[in-house]
């Protein structure tokens, strides 16, 4: 396998683990921020319930992109955390307090019950929120200059990040509520199927506005996506999924649906934005193949983590979810 093979062996894996991490992390994090919008300790109880299973295990995903970062794009890895280091500290923050909160909340007497809960709920929105606004300040760009980050600790709160944040927060709640109609409680569902009708349109036009945007902030983006005519069928795509998804969600029934086409909407919206800025992984600063460590790390990686760990983690996360599927 050539150096330039191993370097798109590594990207496809960075991308694979973004969705898969983005798809069941994110409906996770959904659950907990709609334990916000929950009324009783019996309907946190059912959300909590519901991701108990296998939130701890979704955030593996979290590791393996750090992991492919650090080892296969340490460009990139080094100026990213230069960038985002105030975002990554809060996603850092969020996800220790929500992991505690939602083990000591059980345990708890009735005040600080009330307290863990709004600390996994915050917790899961920060986490939710800084992910977005991280994915927006690449977007809009981030200046490097000698391989270096050349910009300010607080640029990644720009109007642009703060609408993909909050965009991303409607996402993952989207998913959240599609997760809950297929294990949530019949009782439940209702309510659930509103949330679910409500993020979705809000995540839809946010993510057109974003869209709209990131074409005006990075011009480039338009030229490529002309050189990839196939790529305009990915938002047409996405249109006829979105609106699929909330019909669905008008009909009172346990079911898988919505959230198969809540991910394959989460699958085909990244696919897009790759379309549109591949080779670079930085828009306007850094491509894939500059920030490749070099071939002997990469074959290192590939004898190791590629060969052995990456196949014990998929298999791993089928397990779970096989074991403890809810049968519709």
Known sequence: MDYNTLILFWATVLVFAILVYGVLDGFDLGVGMLFGLSRNDTDRDALVAAIAPSWDGN???????????FGAFSQIY???LSALYIPVLLMMIGLIFRGVAFEFRYNAGTPMRRFWDVGF???SGVVSFVQGAA????IDGIPVVNRQFAGGSFDWLKPFPILCGIGLMAGYALLGACAMVARGRDARRPQVLTWGRRTAVGMALILCVATVLTFRLQPDAWTRLLDRPWAFALPVLWAGIMVTLINVLRTDRRSR?????????FVIAFLFYVAVFWP????????VAAAASPESSLRFMFWGAGLFA???IIIYTIVVYRVFRVEP
């Open 257 to 265: 649906i919505p959230f198969l086409l809540a991910a394959l909407s």
């Open 78 to 80: 080094a100026v990213l």
């Open 135 to 138: 994915l927006g300040a690449m």
């Open 280 to 287: 670079w992984i930085i828009p306007g600063s850094i491509t």
């Open 121 to 123: 709920w915050v917790g």
């Open 59 to 69: 955030e593996t995903w979290l590791i393996v992109i750090g992991t492919v970062l």
């Open 310 to 312: 990456l196949p014990i």
